[in-house]
C-alpha cells in the first residue's frame, strides 16, 4: 500500500480523496495555485505544495510542478480526481516514467476511450451496442452525407476528441449537413486541437443511463448498477440517481454483466464509467470515462461501498475482493450539483461565503469544501457541493431532498438550489417521467 498520495486536484473532490487516503492510513498531499492557498483541501491535507498561479493551465494542469511536488513531498502516488489531468495520457505516461502510481487505468486505456472514434470500435469488438454512425472520422459532405441518409435524419455530429458536451452539431436534415460538418470540425479544432469529427444517429429523446464499474486489471470485474444522469443543462449532468427510473433489476443485471465482461476482457484496471444513451429499450453506447466521476456517490449510497478505497486499493495491486453475487443494491440515492451560478441565467457567482448552513441528518450527505468566510475564486468550475440525499425508495429519497433543500442556507453567492427546489416538487420528476432534453424543455419554458 502506498505511504503518501498527491493528490492533483481541488474542491469537494481534493477533500472526498483526502478522507479516503485518512481512513486507510495513508498521508496526503495537496498542491494549490496561489488562488487556494485559504482553500479548504489545502488545510485539511498532512502536507501542501504551491504550484502555481491562478490560471489552471499554470497550476493545476502544470504537469513538472506536479512532479515536482511529488519528488519534494516524497509522494509514491498520484490521485487525480476528475478534470484536470484525470484523463491525461500523457501525465500517466510521465508518472510512470518517475515511478510514482498513477492512481487510474494504464495509460493505454486512457488513451484508447480519449478518442471516441477509437472507443466506439473497442466497445463494438467488445460486444457493447453503440449508438450507430459512421464508422470512423468523416470530412467530406459528400461521403457525409450518403451515411446520414443510411442511418437516417437527424444526425448529430461530434468531435472525436470531444468532452465536457463541447463539439457536438445537430444536421436535422439534409440542407442543415455540410454547414453541421464544417462549424463542428472548426470548433473541435480550436477547442481540442483536433478538427477530426464523426456521424452518429441523434435520438430523440433517450435517458442518459450509465454504468459504474470496478476491476483489477487481471480479469475480475463487477458493475455497480447504473446511475441515470438525464437531466442535464448544455449536455452536463445536474442531477444523478440511482436507480434509474427507466430500469427494473433484470435489464440493469443483463446491461451491467455485458459491461462487466467487456471490461475483464480488456484488461481495464480501476474504476470507470460506461455511458449509454437508452431508448425505447435499448442501449447505445457513446463513450467511457476512465475516472472517477462527479456522481460516484449515488453509487456508494446504494451498494455501501467506498469508491476512491476500493480505486486507491486496486491501484496499488491488490486483486478485487468482490465478486458480483457480493454487490448488492440497497434503496434509492439523487446527487444534486450545487453550482456557485444565477439559478435563472447560469451566470458563475464568484465571491464570499457570507454564511453557510448545510442540512443534516439521516441519509444525507454533503461533499462540498466551502465554508464560511471563503472566497469562491472566479478562475475554477463553479461547482462548489454536492448534496447526495439516500432514502429506503425514490419516494422517501425524495421526500428527504426536498427537507434538505428547505435547510440549506449558502448565503453571499448565488446558487443553484433554487432550481433544485423547483424540480423536486414537479411531477414529471416525482413520475421519474423525464429524458436528455427535459431540463433544457422546462427552463426554456419557465
Ligand atoms: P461529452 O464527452 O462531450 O460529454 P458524450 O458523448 O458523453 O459527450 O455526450 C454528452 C451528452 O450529449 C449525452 O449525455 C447526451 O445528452 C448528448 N448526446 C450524445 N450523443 C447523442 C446522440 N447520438 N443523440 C442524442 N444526444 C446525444
Same mark, same amino acid.
Given at each position: 500500500?502506498?505511504?503518501?498520495?498527491?493528490?492533483?486536484?481541488?474542491?469537494?473532490?481534493?477533500?472526498?480523496?483526502?478522507?479516503?487516503?485518512?481512513?486507510?492510513?495513508?498521508?496526503?498531499?495537496?498542491?494549490?495555485?496561489?488562488?487556494?492557498?485559504?482553500?479548504?483541501?489545502?488545510?485539511?491535507?498532512?502536507?501542501?505544495?504551491?504550484?502555481?498561479?491562478?490560471?489552471?493551465?499554470?497550476?493545476?494542469?502544470?504537469?513538472?510542478?506536479?512532479?515536482?511536488?511529488?519528488?519534494?513531498?516524497?509522494?509514491?502516488?498520484?490521485?487525480?480526481?476528475?478534470?484536470?489531468?484525470?484523463?491525461?495520457?500523457?501525465?500517466?505516461?510521465?508518472?510512470?516514467?518517475?515511478?510514482?502510481?498513477?492512481?487510474?487505468?494504464?495509460?493505454?486505456?486512457?488513451?484508447?476511450?480519449?478518442?471516441?472514434?477509437?472507443?466506439?470500435?473497442?466497445?463494438?469488438?467488445?460486444?457493447?451496442?453503440?449508438?450507430?454512425?459512421?464508422?470512423?472520422?468523416?470530412?467530406?459532405?459528400?461521403?457525409?452525407?450518403?451515411?446520414?441518409?443510411?442511418?437516417?435524419?437527424?444526425?448529430?455530429?461530434?468531435?472525436?476528441?470531444?468532452?465536457?458536451?463541447?463539439?457536438?452539431?445537430?444536421?436535422?436534415?439534409?440542407?442543415?449537413?455540410?454547414?453541421?460538418?464544417?462549424?463542428?470540425?472548426?470548433?473541435?479544432?480550436?477547442?481540442?486541437?483536433?478538427?477530426?469529427?464523426?456521424?452518429?444517429?441523434?435520438?430523440?429523446?433517450?435517458?442518459?443511463?450509465?454504468?459504474?464499474?470496478?476491476?483489477?486489471?487481471?480479469?475480475?470485474?463487477?458493475?455497480?448498477?447504473?446511475?441515470?444522469?438525464?437531466?442535464?443543462?448544455?449536455?452536463?449532468?445536474?442531477?444523478?440517481?440511482?436507480?434509474?427510473?427507466?430500469?427494473?433489476?433484470?435489464? %440493469?443485471? #443483463?446491461?451491467?454483466?455485458?459491461?462487466?465482461?467487456?471490461?475483464? /476482457?480488456?484488461?481495464?484496471? *480501476? @474504476?470507470? &464509467?460506461?455511458?449509454?444513451?437508452?431508448?425505447?429499450?435499448?442501449?447505445?453506447?457513446?463513450?467511457?470515462?476512465?475516472?472517477?466521476?462527479?456522481?460516484?456517490?449515488?453509487?456508494?449510497?446504494?451498494?455501501?461501498?467506498?469508491?476512491?478505497?476500493?480505486?486507491?486499493?486496486?491501484?496499488?495491486?491488490?486483486?478485487?475482493?468482490?465478486?458480483?453475487?457480493?454487490?448488492?443494491?440497497?434503496?434509492?440515492?439523487?446527487?444534486?450539483?450545487?453550482?456557485?451560478?444565477?439559478?435563472?441565467?447560469?451566470?458563475?457567482?464568484?465571491?464570499?461565503?457570507?454564511?453557510?448552513?448545510?442540512?443534516?441528518?439521516?441519509?444525507?450527505?454533503?461533499?462540498?469544501?466551502?465554508?464560511?468566510?471563503?472566497?469562491?475564486?472566479?478562475?475554477?468550475?463553479?461547482?462548489?457541493?454536492?448534496?447526495?440525499?439516500?432514502?429506503?425508495? %425514490?419516494? #422517501?429519497?425524495?421526500?428527504?431532498?426536498?427537507?434538505?433543500?428547505? /435547510?440549506?442556507?449558502?448565503? *453571499? @453567492?448565488? &446558487?443553484?438550489?433554487?432550481?433544485?427546489?423547483?424540480?423536486?416538487?414537479?411531477?414529471?420528476?416525482?413520475?421519474?417521467?423525464?429524458?436528455?432534453?427535459?431540463?433544457?424543455?422546462?427552463?426554456?419554458?419557465?
Amino acid at each position: 500500500m502506498f505511504d503518501k498520495v498527491l493528490i492533483a486536484n481541488r474542491g469537494e473532490i481534493a477533500l472526498r480523496i483526502q478522507r479516503a487516503c485518512r481512513e486507510m492510513g495513508i498521508a496526503t498531499v495537496a498542491i494549490h495555485s496561489t488562488a487556494d492557498e485559504n482553500a479548504m483541501h489545502v488545510r485539511l491535507a498532512d502536507e501542501s505544495v504551491c504550484i502555481g498561479p491562478p490560471p489552471a493551465s499554470l497550476s493545476y494542469l502544470n504537469i513538472p510542478a506536479i512532479i515536482t511536488a511529488c519528488e519534494i513531498t516524497g509522494a509514491d502516488a498520484v490521485h487525480p480526481g476528475y478534470g484536470f489531468l484525470s484523463e491525461n495520457d500523457s501525465f500517466a505516461d510521465i508518472l510512470l516514467e518517475h515511478k510514482i502510481t498513477f492512481i487510474g487505468p494504464e495509460p493505454e486505456h486512457i488513451r484508447i476511450m480519449g478518442d471516441k472514434i477509437q472507443a466506439k470500435r473497442t466497445a463494438i469488438d467488445l460486444g457493447i451496442p453503440v449508438v450507430p454512425g459512421s464508422e470512423g472520422g468523416v470530412e467530406d459532405p459528400v461521403e457525409a452525407l450518403r451515411i446520414a441518409k443510411d442511418i437516417g435524419f437527424p444526425v448529430l455530429i461530434k468531435a472525436a476528441s470531444g468532452g465536457g458536451g463541447r463539439g457536438m452539431k445537430v444536421a436535422r436534415d439534409e440542407s442543415e449537413l455540410a454547414e453541421a460538418l464544417s462549424t463542428a470540425s472548426t470548433e473541435a479544432k480550436s477547442a481540442f486541437g483536433d478538427g477530426t469529427v464523426y456521424l452518429e444517429k441523434y435520438l430523440d429523446k433517450p435517458r442518459h443511463i450509465e454504468i459504474q464499474v470496478l476491476s483489477d486489471g487481471n480479469g475480475n470485474a463487477v458493475h455497480l448498477g447504473e446511475r441515470d444522469c438525464s437531466l442535464q443543462r448544455r449536455h452536463q449532468k445536474v442531477w444523478e440517481e440511482a436507480f434509474s427510473p427507466a430500469l427494473n433489476a433484470v435489464q %440493469r443485471e #443483463e446491461i451491467g454483466s455485458i459491461v462487466a465482461n467487456a471490461i475483464a /476482457e480488456m484488461g481495464y484496471s *480501476g @474504476v470507470g &464509467t460506461v455511458e449509454f444513451l437508452y431508448e425505447n429499450g435499448e442501449f447505445y453506447f457513446i463513450e467511457m470515462n476512465t475516472r472517477l466521476q462527479v456522481e460516484h456517490p449515488v453509487t456508494e449510497a446504494i451498494t455501501g461501498l467506498d469508491l476512491v478505497q476500493e480505486q486507491i486499493r486496486v491501484a496499488s495491486g491488490a486483486r478485487l475482493t468482490q465478486k458480483q453475487s457480493d454487490i448488492t443494491f440497497e434503496g434509492h440515492a439523487i446527487e444534486c450539483r450545487i453550482n456557485a451560478e444565477n439559478a435563472r441565467t447560469f451566470v458563475p457567482s464568484p465571491g464570499r461565503i457570507t454564511a453557510l448552513h448545510p442540512p443534516g441528518g439521516l441519509g444525507v450527505r454533503v461533499d462540498s469544501a466551502i465554508y464560511q468566510g471563503y472566497s469562491i475564486p472566479p478562475y475554477y468550475d463553479s461547482l462548489i457541493g454536492k448534496l447526495i440525499v439516500y432514502g429506503k425508495n %425514490r419516494t #422517501e429519497c425524495l421526500m428527504r431532498l426536498r427537507r434538505t433543500l428547505g /435547510e440549506y442556507v449558502i448565503e *453571499g @453567492v448565488d &446558487t443553484t438550489i433554487p432550481l433544485f427546489q423547483d424540480l423536486v416538487g414537479h411531477p414529471d420528476i416525482l413520475n421519474g417521467d423525464y429524458d436528455i432534453h427535459w431540463l433544457e424543455n422546462y427552463l426554456a419554458a419557465h
